[in-house]
């Protein structure tokens, strides 16, 4: 069994513009709701062995604070160039090419590619919201056989502003 959780990076900062797209930052939105999901993700008791990441300041903020709830060092974080600005086929790779040993991961990038990995492997959006989170189950003892899954559940903070 293999489980994976997609996310989108928090909501970032657009008010430096002299920041290029890849170094922007989270903005005070985009780190509130970073501890609202992952607070969220680790009161459902779930187990996480690997995160991926976009490389992409905002992206791997969203993991940095993600990986310290779930008590793993910041600095095993996987940063994969390629998620950047990635298409379904090279999500899918990525997917495809993690070890067989793990059975949990988190995956942390950007639309609209996201979106596009999350209908593929079995939902139905319309647009992964920032900081929303997809979680998929795969009967499958490889990676490589990773394709349409069972959505454990998906999550986003708007879903939460009412409750605060």
């Not at 929303?132 to 502003?161: Q, R």
């Amino acid at each position: 069994m293999k489980t994976i959780y997609i996310i989108r990076h928090a909501k970032s900062d657009w008010e430096e513009s002299s920041l290029s797209d890849f170094d922007r930052r989270l903005s005070r939105r985009g780190d509130h709701d970073t501890a609202l999901m992952s607070n969220l993700l680790f009161a459902k008791g779930i187990t996480v062995e690997k995160i991926i990441s976009s490389p992409a300041k905002r992206a791997q903020t969203t993991a940095k604070i993600f990986a310290s709830k779930f008590g793993i060092d910041k600095h095993e974080i996987q940063l994969e160039k390629k998620i950047y600005e990635a298409s379904l086929k090279t999500l899918l790779e990525t997917i495809h090419q993690i070890d067989d040993a793990v059975s949990s991961v988190m995956l942390f990038g950007h639309n609209p590619g996201l979106t596009s990995l999350v209908n593929y492997l079995g939902a139905s959006i319309e647009n992964l919201p920032t900081c929303a989170i997809a979680a998929f189950e795969f009967d499958v003892d490889s990676w490589k056989e990773a394709e349409v899954g069972n959505l454990l559940f998906y999550e986003f903070p708007k879903k939460y502003e009412k409750e605060e």
